[in-house]
């Protein structure tokens, strides 16, 4: 059976430290925490009759463990890699075995505007786009992209 919004979440993947969302450097990534992200994400997979499989990590084998099931299993990755963004070949991968699979990219911060060492992501190699620099937002459109590309047709705002 194919997979569709109505029958296989939109797998959420969270990387290192972003369960302290809401305490860490709150200058940078506001004050919601994870679970105001979370409830972000489920209420824009909602509109299209859709829902999220929302996780978080600080281990990187989790999170390849995390892509391989989502690759059985889910009907799209949106993925903040964190940390993982910057260093992670094993995660680039892991996705690259995603054949077909929707897959969008979010930081929460414009890791453009911000040190050399963050401005280059292996995970956007794979990535079929990219959000970044539009706060938690930026999960929603990355929830909204991901339905758009896993089912055509899908109306978008
Ligand atoms: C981040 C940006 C990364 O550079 C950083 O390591 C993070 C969060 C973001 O959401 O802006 O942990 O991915």
Redesign the pocket.
């Known amino acids: 059976m194919p997979r569709t919004l109505a029958n296989a979440p939109i797998m959420v993947l969270n990387?290192?430290?972003?369960n302290l969302l809401g305490r860490r450097q709150p200058e940078?990534?506001g004050s919601d925490t994870l679970a105001d992200v979370e409830a972000l994400c489920a209420k824009a997979a909602a509109v299209h009759g859709g829902s999220v499989d929302f996780r978080q990590s600080n281990h990187e084998g989790e999170l390849v463990d995390w892509i391989h099931e989502a690759r059985q299993n889910h009907v799209g990755i949106v993925i903040?890699?964190?940390?993982?963004?910057?260093t992670s070949v094993a995660i680039l991968d892991a996705l690259k075995a995603c054949d077909g699979l929707p897959v969008v990219e979010?930081?929460?911060?414009?890791?453009h505007q911000?040190e050399e060492f963050?401005h280059h992501s292996y995970v956007s190699l794979r990535a079929d786009g990219v959000i970044?620099?539009c706060g938690v937002q930026?999960y929603a459109f990355a929830v909204e992209r991901v339905a758009a590309l896993a089912e055509p047709g899908v109306a978008t705002v």
Do not use: D, K
Not at 106 to 111: D, E, F, G, L, P
């Open positions: 990387g290192p430290n972003l940078i990534y903040n890699p964190a940390a993982y963004s910057h979010v930081h929460i911060s414009n890791i911000r963050r970044a620099g930026g």
